[in-house]
C-alpha cells in the first residue's frame, strides 16, 4: 500500500504546477482525498479535499480560484492544480487517503500518506 506524490519543482510567482497523487495496493475512489502542505516553521494545514461518493471539492480560503483537485480512478490518482502561483504557496505538499467505513469494534479506518513533494516558488 503507497501513495506516492509528484509534480512538484521549482516555478516563478504566476506559474502553475500540477501535482498527482498515485495509489498502489488500494483503489483511491473509495476515498477521500486530502491535500495538505507544510512550509518550513508552520504547522500542516490543509488545502484542499474531494470526497469519494459524489466528487465534491473543497478549498481552502487562501487556494480558491487558483487551486483545483480531480480524481482519475482509471489512473487510481487524484491531482491538484495549481495556477498563479504565489511564494507563500512554497511549501512541501502532501496527499492523504482515508477511508472510513462502519462503527463500533468492527469498523475500518485507513489512512494513508504519501511522503511530500517540494514546491517552490521564487523568482
Known amino acids: 500500500v503507497q501513495l506516492v506524490e509528484s509534480g512538484g519543482g521549482l516555478v516563478q510567482p504566476g506559474g502553475f504546477l500540477r501535482l498527482s497523487c498515485a495509489a498502489s495496493g488500494f483503489t483511491l475512489g473509495y476515498y477521500a482525498i486530502g491535500w495538505f502542505r507544510q512550509a518550513p516553521g508552520k504547522e500542516r494545514e490543509g488545502v484542499s479535499c474531494?470526497?469519494?461518493?459524489?466528487?465534491?471539492?473543497y478549498y481552502a480560503d487562501s487556494v480558491k480560484d487558483r487551486f483545483t483537485i480531480s480524481r482519475d480512478n482509471a489512473a487510481n490518482t487524484v491531482y491538484l492544480q495549481m495556477n498563479s502561483l504565489k511564494p507563500e504557496d512554497a511549501a512541501v505538499y502532501y496527499c492523504?487517503?482515508?477511508?472510513?467505513?462502519?462503527?463500533?469494534?468492527?469498523?475500518?479506518?485507513?489512512?494513508?500518506w504519501g511522503q511530500g513533494t517540494q514546491v517552490t516558488v521564487s523568482s
Open positions: 492523504n487517503a482515508v477511508f472510513i467505513y462502519g462503527v463500533g469494534p468492527h469498523a475500518i479506518r485507513n489512512d494513508y
Open positions: 474531494i470526497v469519494s461518493s459524489d466528487g465534491d471539492a
